[in-house]
């Protein structure tokens, strides 16, 4: 069984685009293990676009280009496996992959069958270059038959950028996670839009076929293919990771792992988050709030409009896991009541909070939590329930 709980692995197309190699796979699974991101739980190592020859073979195979892979990728696969990862490739349900190489339209049952035999176990499938006259769907359901029909346990990472509400089919076509939207980019409001646009989809993704919300950014700081000039903050990075962990949604890395600061490191690997994310009843966080926050100064208050946002996800064991965050540029409030949170004044009963960041107890806290945050920046708190009165 895969996809259970939230996919997590590394995928080469946001740093390296066409830059991709044997040996950087190789130095990347060895990072993998060596620097603990395999024993945190990411195990899938994916070779995005531009990895094969721009034409097909006589026999109609797609081919590994000998200039980036010479030993071929079965090769590259056998050497995944033995660090105890599973290897990850990608095609596309057009006629051309985004870059412009062969892609799997017409060839779907020849191309799954190559893939299993180079012992592949994730099939990333892009939309670029897809015929007026195709059907998305049919394509899709195609080639999830045809990687089933190898027989060889495949996950299958739908990425048709949220075309034809992908929530409401993909799941049945047999795919394992599915992109709900349009590439991100290393940008704050990039990924912030991004986590926007899903929270009315987000009950359609859970166990065995999961919503994409794209690869992670976190470390990238500006390096790669998605940089658009401004580099994000540590915060900024922490409020993603927070936000894809909190949505139960793929965990797929796209920093360079050799050069990554060693605070993005602990980010990816923080415990608390990782477990939020794989959380066994891979419920979607129910939305609290997405309105102003309240800035004071010398006495008067104003309001910012869209800058506040408040998710509250229901966590196995009785624990939940309570967002805020603070989506303006400025220092601010941002108010939670807990009425809206199903904790009306009369319930007898408080939120006992632990600072999920700073380690910080907060201890019992009824009828409304307003903490101030940074520009930026959010707040994760994780909370049990607890009675105030007999
Ligand atoms: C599309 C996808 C990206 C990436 C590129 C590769 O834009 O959405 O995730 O795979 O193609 O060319």
């Given amino acids: 069984m895969i996809a259970r709980p939230p996919p997590r692995g590394w995928n080469s197309g946001n740093t390296f685009g066409e830059n991709i190699s044997d040996s950087l796979i190789r130095e990347m699974a060895d990072r993998m293990v060596s620097d603990g991101y395999r024993d945190a739980g990411y195990e899938y190592l994916v070779i995005d676009d531009c990895w094969s020859l721009r034409q097909r073979s006589a026999d109609g195979k797609l081919v590994p280009d000998p200039a980036k892979f010479p030993h071929g990728m079965k090769a590259v696969?056998?050497?995944?496996?033995?660090?105890?990862?599973?290897?990850?490739?990608?095609?596309?349900?057009?006629?051309?992959?985004?870059?412009?190489?062969?892609?799997?339209?017409?060839?779907?049952?020849?191309?799954?069958?190559?893939?299993?035999?180079?012992?592949?176990?994730?099939?990333?499938?892009?939309?670029?270059?897809?015929?007026?006259?195709g059907d998305c769907k049919t394509r899709y359901l195609t080639m999830s038959m045809a990687l089933k029909a190898t027989g060889r346990e495949i996950l299958f990472s739908a990425c048709n950028w949220g075309q034809q509400e992908p929530g409401q089919w993909m799941r049945q076509i047999g795919a394992h996670m599915y992109r709900s939207t349009g590439d991100i980019f290393d940008n704050f409001k990039s990924f912030t839009d991004i986590a926007k646009s899903q929270m009315d989809k987000l009950h359609m993704s859970g166990s065995y076929c999961f919503n994409d919300m794209d690869m992670l950014t976190v470390g990238m700081c500006g390096k790669g293919n998605v940089g658009l000039g401004k580099v994000c903050t540590y915060e900024e990075y922490r409020l993603q990771f927070t936000l894809w962990c909190l949505c139960g949604v793929p965990l797929m890395m796209g920093a360079d792992l050799r050069s990554l600061d060693a605070a993005y490191k602990d980010l990816l690997q923080n415990k608390a988050l990782l477990r939020i994310n794989q959380d066994e009843e891979c419920r979607a966080p129910y939305l609290v709030r997405r309105d102003c926050v309240i800035v004071t100064e010398n006495g008067t208050w104003r309001q910012i409009p869209d800058s506040a946002f408040i998710l509250l996800r229901h966590l196995s064991d009785h624990e939940f896991a309570l967002f805020y965050a603070n989506l303006a540029d400025e220092r601010a409030e941002v108010h939670g009541e807990f009425v809206d949170m199903g904790l009306p004044v009369t319930s007898g009963v408080a939120l006992d909070m632990t600072d999920v960041f700073t380690g910080e107890h907060i201890g019992p806290v009824t009828d409304f939590y307003n903490p101030r945050i940074q520009g930026h920046d959010c707040k994760l708190y994780l909370c049990k329930l607890v009675k105030t009165h007999a």
């Avoid at 660090?83 to 060839?107: E, I, N, Q, W």
């Avoid at 035999?117 to 897809?130: A, Q, S």
């Fill in 77 to 133: 696969a056998d050497y995944v496996h033995s660090k105890g990862l599973k290897f990850g490739m990608y095609s596309c349900a057009g006629v051309r992959t985004c870059a412009g190489y062969p892609s799997s339209y017409d060839h779907e049952f020849v191309d799954a069958q190559t893939f299993a035999d180079w012992g592949v176990d994730f099939l990333k499938y892009d939309f670029c270059n897809f015929p007026a006259s």
